[in-house]
């Protein structure tokens, strides 16, 4: 069975729709798993035992160069010639829907009750009905999986194995790391300013913890936002990361601390201990484990219409931030 799965956003979105492929490739060991990618993320994908083929593309271009579009739809036919038995839309929108259909008439997406952008709806020949308000991680499990008759609980979920693998790192990631103390990564930045944690208050989570802290960064804004941090504190700031080293850089990782974004949610994804801010997004976009933890601003989120304006991940206190952090540290000490 050729199957093909299209996700083509964003990092984080990519990382709890991937959490499904090792309950697909357990039940149904000999299909064929193809996944359909914006390039910019196929380095999360890059090495999963559980993909035999990723194929990407750039719709992002479009948005400077229209006439781009024919050169992706022509590599979209040209990936319908593997011959899909089934695709699957785990995005929901209609760019994603579209390339769907293009790959195969056989393809299956949430129903229109279920996403933001319902005429996607219109182009699958099958539909998963999934509450959009609903846990985001159980609503990709259940659109992946269901069409092919696979039931996956909460259970499971929980108990899953890490899945991004990496190769050995090209940054030099030894030097910050060091050996007997505990190493936290921040995670800083976000793509609305109302989702990051003020610097300032990060400031006082370094002060108030004793660790080795390590600051990740994505773009330019964000290294200016590191150096800030650094400046002020003994916290170091990594050198810029592909998306290998980045998983690499985690997977070392004592714990992480950041905004509602990729790198955050690639820790759970990793198994690693995470503590996951939200001021003006949902806490239902992630699993809350053992070692997995979020803090939310009081403010009430209306998650079929985010607000960018709320800015009240501010009142989240750094003692807070703090008080969690030496309760997963405890946590790991017990189970080292």
Request: net charge neutral; proline share 4%.
């Amino acid at each position: 069975m050729k199957i093909a799965i299209v996700k083509l956003s964003a990092l984080g979105d990519i990382v709890h729709a991937m959490v499904a492929l090792q309950f697909i490739k357990e039940a149904l060991p000999r299909a064929q798993i193809d996944w359909i990618v914006e390039e910019r993320f196929a380095g999360v994908l890059a090495d999963n035992p559980h993909i035999d083929n990723i194929l990407g593309l750039n719709l992002k271009a479009l948005k400077t160069d229209k006439l781009r579009i024919f050169a992706e739809i022509a590599k979209v036919r040209a990936y319908a010639e593997n011959g899909y038995d089934l695709v699957i839309d785990a995005q929901g929108l209609i760019k994603s829907a579209l390339v769907a259909r293009l790959l195969s008439a056989n393809c299956v997406g949430f129903d229109q009750d279920s996403i933001r952008e319902k005429w996607a709806a219109l182009f699958y020949s099958q539909h998963v009905a999934y509450a959009y308000d609903a846990n985001t991680i159980d609503r990709n499990v259940a659109v992946l999986t269901q069409s092919l008759g696979l039931e996956i609980g909460k259970e499971q979920i929980l108990a899953k194995q890490p899945f991004l693998y990496f190769q050995p790192a090209s940054a030099a990631l030894d030097e910050y790391f060091p050996a007997g103390q505990s190493n936290v990564i921040l995670v800083i930045g976000s793509t609305w300013p109302s989702r990051n944690y003020p610097l300032e208050k990060y400031l006082q989570v370094i002060f108030g913890l004793e660790a080795n802290f390590l600051i990740c960064w994505g773009n330019e804004k964000e290294h200016w936002m590191a150096q800030w941090l650094a400046e002020r504190s003994l916290a170091r700031v990594l050198p810029q990361l592909s998306l290998n080293d980045l998983k690499a850089a985690l997977a070392r990782a004592d714990l992480v601390i950041g905004n509602d974004t990729g790198p955050t949610h690639m820790a759970w994804g990793l198994n690693r201990p995470s503590i996951t801010l939200f001021g003006p997004t949902p806490v239902s976009r992630v699993y809350q484990t053992d070692i997995n933890k979020v803090l939310k601003s009081p403010s009430q989120v209306n998650p079929f219409k985010l607000d960018k304006n709320d800015f009240s991940i501010a009142e989240i206190e750094p003692k807070a931030v703090i008080r969690l952090a030496d309760e997963l540290f405890g946590k790991t000490e017990q189970t080292a």
